[in-house]
């Protein structure tokens, strides 16, 4: 399976702001050794990181693992990385050195089946949302 079978996010349109930093960022992306960004209806290229463990929930570590994934796909030509987590993780401190963009996903992890959902206890951490490097 291909990168172009899998789902992406595509830019619909761009507003006038959103097209002037498309303008500049394309100018100068091969000087900071990144990739253009895509034209109206073209996609991003994303990496998700959906599951990860990282020692006693420790912001460095991730963020170190996160600046390595970082620098090695952008050399590849991707865009950004997007990373799931619940909101409240104290964890996403790692993505602060980062520009982002932080998107609601709503996703609700847990049983489907009703007897055993009444059996799950409420987590802390149990929503995931993502993050937009």
């Known amino acids: 399976m ?24 394309n100018m100068t992306a091969r000087i900071f050794g990144g990739s253009k960004l895509p034209k109206e209806g073209e996609a991003f290229r994303d990496i998700t990181i959906a599951e990860y463990a990282v020692e006693n929930r420790d912001p ?42 932080k998107v609601r996903s709503n996703v609700i992890l847990g049983s489907v089946e009703r007897e055993k959902a009444k059996e799950i206890e409420l987590q802390p951490f149990i929503y995931a949302d993502a993050i937009q490097i």
């Open 60 to 101: 460095k570590i991730l963020e170190t693992l996160l600046c390595h994934i970082y620098k090695h796909y952008k050399k590849e030509g991707y865009h950004s990385i997007i990373i799931g987590s619940d909101v409240n993780n104290p964890i996403l401190k790692a993505t602060d050195i980062f520009w982002s963009k």
């Open 2 to 25: 291909g990168y172009d079978s899998l789902q992406k996010n595509r830019i619909l349109k761009f507003g006038l702001k959103m097209k002037a930093v498309r303008l500049f960022y």
